[in-house]
């Protein structure tokens, strides 16, 4: 199957063992130029805005109607998984090639740098949401694999998401005093590194006590990061989500630093059900079901664009940002298959 054979070919970038290609680097250049390639052997048009982001567009018959668009992320996280992102690019190609000419424009498009493993995330959505450097399209649907376990207990090959979690996202700096790590009395010490390792904790439990949230601290600077000197400052880095704004603040309490905030954002209830529509068509049942994952869609959603995300079923027991990351070949075929209908519903409909 030629979206696999794709997919491999992506992996492949950056070198082993997982999928290496941080936004901002050479392999996300790499991923971008393949991809361009890809879209022009399609007989698509390929363009790329001035924030990086790739386009291809198979232009219709009625060019001067809002476009429909469809895409994701090929950046990764550091031995990241073959599905995160990439999947939504290859598969969103292969629904667009599969369809052809419509009424409607519609194109394909890898955003730049979603995973912002250094920074805020989804800095090629951002770009082109703030500074409006395209017309916004009809429509926006990402494909993306759920990076959960849910789907497979409900046995479902597909969903359909509801909405997208509020986050907030920040550092935390612990100041304390340096000093020999033989000759000063653990009486008399102020470790930075003992203050953020009760931190972590306690953002762990008050993330435990509210329904739906999660806490977790992924980055962590030790300074002056010797062995035999006690840590005189530590920086490290808060990721906080939950299904609603509320309970992101209740945890966000606990947190002494500014953070920046994601509001919870919702699908759009019209594209939810053309989602749905395809799926009883296919005699599949509609699992609605809200990310905890941030995704581009959330973006352009925040943004006013009418956006819906299908989810494919992740194995593994949903375990995603790991090599071991895994979506059946056939659920990515019906995956495509759902996308394509609902793409041709949106692209063939010349009402706004
Ligand atoms: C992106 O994968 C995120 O939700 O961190
Ligand atoms: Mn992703
Ligand atoms: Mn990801």
Redesign the pocket.
Known sequence: MRVLERLDALYAIGGGPGANRLGGTPAEDEAHELAAGWMREGGLEVEVDPAGNLFGRLVGRRPELPEVWTGSHLDS?PNGGRF?GALGVVGGLEAVERLGERERTLVVIAFRD???CTGP?CRGSRALCSRRLEPMPAAFLELHVEQGPRLAEAGAPLGVVTGIAATARGQVVFEGREGHAGTTPMAGRDDALVAAAEFVLQLRDAAAAVDGAVATVGRLTVEPGASNVIPARVALSVDLRAPDDDRVEQVSALVPAELSRGRAVAMSPGLRSALVDELNARGLAAVELASG???DAGVLAAAGVPTAMLFVRSLNGGIS?SPDELTAPEDVELAVEVLTGALDRLASSVDD
Do not use: F, R
């Open positions: 996280v995160d979603e995973e912002g995330g994952a941030g995704h940002h």
